[in-house]
């Protein structure tokens, strides 16, 4: 008599839960800047953005909470570098450890439960505009040339040592002071920015790729927050084709002649 098969007992897994595809924000990590060409052969300089999967780690209710919001996870992490009072909110989601955390608002938090999956699949698609924000680059202490774009001051007729220095701060004679937000030089970069209207080109739901069209804030390998769009696009106005002026004058009825002059 044949010994059963293992894999026949094996349990079967339960299907993962979709939050709502309405919800359209995602935590990504960036991975580079490569090139692409489009189905007519335009070329595209795009971003390649690992977008989840998230987790939904914690859900806040208008009536309990006073608001209304979905916190989603990323990037699993090992439980020893983790306490306690993490781990346990964790547990309490039944989800694994994740690194990022991230509380977005929305006007209804019904819908969304702990351990639900947030993903690309029916979230974002080819064509759609999206907001990114990410933390650029830092350049650390930064001159003015380099932090603000000054010009500098001339490299000859005398100006030893003060080609790349700021020039003047203020007028000694009218204020006699360093007025609040002169531009100078100082930490350069390091600041969240938001890129708004990314065009998404192309998505590969089966590897959590989103490629998006320009530039994304930040270095490789460092953390993304994809939005829905705030901004609405600008519509191209298209003008209707003018008419060639012989035809227009051939079709036109002969117009009666003048009287003649008396």
Do not use: W
């Not at 990037?75 to 039944?94: D, R, T, V, Y």
């Not at 509380?103 to 969304?112: H, I, K, L, P, Y």
């Not at 933390?135 to 930064?142: A, E, M, V």
């Not at 790349?164 to 970069?189: E, T, Y």
């Amino acid at each position: 008599m044949s010994e059963p098969n293992a894999t026949q007992n094996a349990p079967v897994a339960a299907p993962e839960k979709e939050a709502p595809s309405a919800f359209k924000r995602l935590i990504g990590r960036k991975l580079g800047m490569t090139q692409i060409f489009d189905q007519d052969g335009r070329l595209y300089g795009v971003s390649v953005v690992e977008a989840g999967p998230c987790k939904v780690v914690g859900v806040r209710k208008a009536d309990t909470d006073g608001y209304n919001a979905v916190c989603l996870g990323f990037s699993p992490i090992a439980e020893k570098k983790l306490n306690k009072a993490q781990l346990g909110q964790f547990k309490k989601a039944g989800v694994e450890p994740l690194r990022i955390l991230k509380e977005f608002r929305v006007d209804n938090s019904a819908g969304f439960e702990l351990g639900q999956t947030v993903g690309l699949k029916n979230r974002f698609a080819q064509g759609d505009y999206i907001d990114v924000q990410g933390r650029d680059k830092g350049h650390g202490f930064s001159g003015g040339m380099k932090r603000h774009g000054f010009r500098g001051l001339p490299a000859s007729h005398g100006a030893s040592d003060k080609e790349r220095s700021p020039g003047s701060l203020a007028s000694q004679r009218s204020l006699g002071r360093v007025i609040p937000g002169q531009r100078m030089a100082g930490r350069m970069g390091f600041r969240i920015h938001t890129i708004t209207k990314l065009e998404v080109v192309k998505v590969d739901e089966a590897k959590n790729l989103i490629y998006l069209n320009g530039s994304v804030p930040g270095a490789a390998g460092s953390t993304v927050f994809l939005l829905e769009t705030t901004r609405t696009r600008k519509k191209k106005l298209v003008q209707a084709p003018k008419a060639d002026k012989k035809a227009k004058k051939a079709a036109a009825p002969s117009a009666p002649k003048a009287a003649a002059k008396k």
